[in-house]
């Protein structure tokens, strides 16, 4: 086992090695005793709806963990939000798959914090580009995660080039502070030709124009050395710096449209929270989100037993029997007995992962992000 970079192996993931130890002494005890029955386990944040809306992700690791297994999952589809009872159930005996909670709780808490702090940055400029940037701020090994989260959220892309090659998707970005120091104070100009000229075709050419000198000085060089090969400047001057930065944004957009650039777009960047975008919507044709996302708490997802053999069974202060979760037509989110007729006119929300192991649901991620987007707007969150 390489553990170079404390990286716990997907072996260890898999064969349920990666849990807490109470599971280990749990199974020993229950094969020493020859008790082994079967359970329905819900997956909890709030047991009843709370009105804090999260969306879901991490569906489809908890699919993939648990694929072979002789169990059945339902679950909520990434990407719709919830706010109380089961987002998950699984049914099964409980030794085959009792040492897997811990991964299990890991894998939906995590990405669901990430993917709601996504939606947020998104919701807050919804007809504008929003990029995932905060991949440095994770250890690289769950760069992935949090790029895959932030798509399901409803963000437009992501830098981290590893994930991209992951999930299918290309990374995107252009340049750094590095680049335009690397090249010498006072030399801008050779740090966008470069750019210019080393990049592909098909990546944007986009001029990071606050490393030296005022803002809208350096945008209107850059304009002058790349004309019309230029797409858009990025702004993202260090908060010490900055002083009233919607003003510095407006006085920028102001001097290129007076000189006819108004195709010239304006990216910002750097510690940006969903009510800064607010405030910049109006002016900046689009945005790099880091620390909003990857900062998310994970969501407080509980594992409990709420069935043993068909039997009603659970801990002091949770709720037992099998239950359904629904939204309502006007955006509400209500829980009930399985067993029991839900409300009138409500869309249960729990629908099949896996039957006997065997992987039956879809995890399309431009589906996800559809399904948060629109359920945003229904909930109006």
């Keep these: 086992m390489d553990d170079s970079f404390d990286v716990i192996p997907t072996e260890a993931i898999r064969d349920g090695t990666a849990t807490d130890a109470y599971f280990e002494r749990t199974e020993e005890a229950l094969e020493h005793a020859g008790v082994n029955p079967r359970v329905v386990?819900?997956?909890?944040?709030?047991?009843?709806?709370?009105?804090?809306?999260?969306?879901?992700?991490?569906?489809?690791?908890?699919?993939?963990?648990?694929?072979?297994?002789?169990?059945?999952?339902?679950?909520?589809?990434?990407g719709r939000l919830f706010d109380g009872g089961p987002v998950m159930r699984i049914e099964g005996r409980y030794l085959d798959f009792a040492s897997q909670e811990?991964?299990?709780?890991?894998?939906?808490?995590?990405?669901s914090g990430f993917?709601?702090?996504?939606?947020?940055?998104?919701?807050?400029?919804?007809?504008?580009?929003?990029?995932?940037?905060?991949?440095?701020h994770v250890h690289p090994a769950i760069a992935a995660v949090v790029e895959r989260?932030?798509?399901?959220?409803?963000?437009?892309?992501?830098?981290?080039?590893?994930?991209?090659e992951l999930l299918g998707r290309a990374a995107g970005g252009t340049m750094p502070h590095a680049l335009v120091i690397c090249m010498g104070r006072g030399k801008q100009e050779d740090a966008w030709r470069a750019f210019h000229e080393a990049a592909p075709?098909?990546?944007?050419?986009?001029?990071?124009?606050?490393?030296?000198?005022d803002e809208v000085d350096e945008v209107l060089r850059a304009v002058d050395e790349l004309g019309d090969d230029l797409d858009g400047?990025?702004?993202?001057?260090?908060?010490?710096?900055?002083?009233?930065?919607?003003?510095?944004?407006?006085?920028?957009?102001?001097?290129?449209?007076?000189?006819?650039?108004?195709?010239v777009g304006i990216f910002v960047s750097g510690g940006l929270t969903p009510d800064r975008i607010r405030e910049l919507r109006?002016?900046?044709?689009?945005?790099?989100?880091?620390?909003?996302?990857?900062?998310?708490?994970?969501?407080d997802f509980a594992l409990d037993i709420v069935t043993v053999d068909g039997e009603p069974a659970a801990k002091r202060g949770k709720l037992s029997g099998t239950k359904q979760v629904y939204r309502t037509a006007d955006g509400a989110h209500a829980v009930g007995l399985a067993d029991r007729e839900g409300p009138a006119d409500a869309e249960p929300l729990l629908e099949p992962v896996l039957r006997d192991g065997e992987i039956?649901?879809?995890?399309?991620?431009?589906?996800?992000a559809a399904r948060a987007v629109r359920d945003a707007e229904l909930v109006d969150c």
């Design 115 to 136: 993917a709601t702090a996504a939606l947020e940055a998104k919701r807050a400029a919804p007809e504008s580009q929003v990029l995932s940037f905060g991949a440095r």
């Design 149 to 164: 989260s932030a798509l399901v959220g409803g963000l437009d892309g992501f830098s981290h080039v590893a994930a991209g």
């Design 102 to 111: 811990t991964s299990i709780l890991g894998f939906l808490s995590q990405a």
């Design 201 to 213: 075709p098909e990546v944007p050419r986009i001029a990071l124009c606050d490393t030296y000198s």
């Design 282 to 299: 109006d002016l900046a044709d689009g945005f790099g989100v880091g620390s909003h996302v990857t900062n998310a708490d994970p969501v």
């Design 41 to 78: 386990v819900e997956v909890t944040a709030d047991q009843f709806p709370s009105g804090e809306f999260e969306v879901l992700a991490g569906v489809e690791s908890v699919a993939r963990l648990l694929e072979g297994r002789p169990v059945d999952v339902q679950a909520i589809p990434e």
């Design 360 to 368: 039956v649901g879809e995890f399309d991620i431009d589906a996800a």
């Design 233 to 263: 400047v990025r702004l993202d001057t260090t908060g010490s710096r900055r002083g009233d930065f919607e003003h510095i944004v407006r006085e920028v957009r102001w001097e290129l449209d007076v000189r006819g650039h108004e195709d």
